[in-house]
């Protein structure tokens, strides 16, 4: 992993940053794949380390937790919730849903900011 600095003075978790972060993992990863079995476990691993590595790399003191659910598209659905209790100003989660025709996928970010 490459080295990164810690901007400590930062307050506050940036959703709409690992939104972004999240989505352009995700669309990279699966943009114009279908959903193979074959090959899900590599790209979710993909997804989840790539993302975690970008987080990682802003340089914020926070411990992150990436969880990621995919499923194939199917008539019977897909349903999922998360929940953080924290710090109202400090911690955070960000979720983000992701489909296309073969595929629902969810990622989920909590941070938990490290007291230094």
Known sequence: MEE???HCHKAGFNADE???IL???MNRTFSGEDYNRKNINQQTA???EQTLTHLVMLGNAYKYVVTYAVVHRS???FHTASCCFGGA???G???VRWEDR???CVVNVSTIAIDL
């Open 46 to 48: 993909s997804i989840v």
């Open 75 to 77: 008539a019977y659905g």
């Open 23 to 25: 989505k352009e993992h």
């Open 89 to 91: 100003t400090s911690d």
């Open 102 to 104: 073969t595929m629902n």
């Open 93 to 95: 989660t960000c979720s």
């Open 18 to 20: 690992a939104n972004n």
């Open 4 to 6: 990164y600095h810690c």
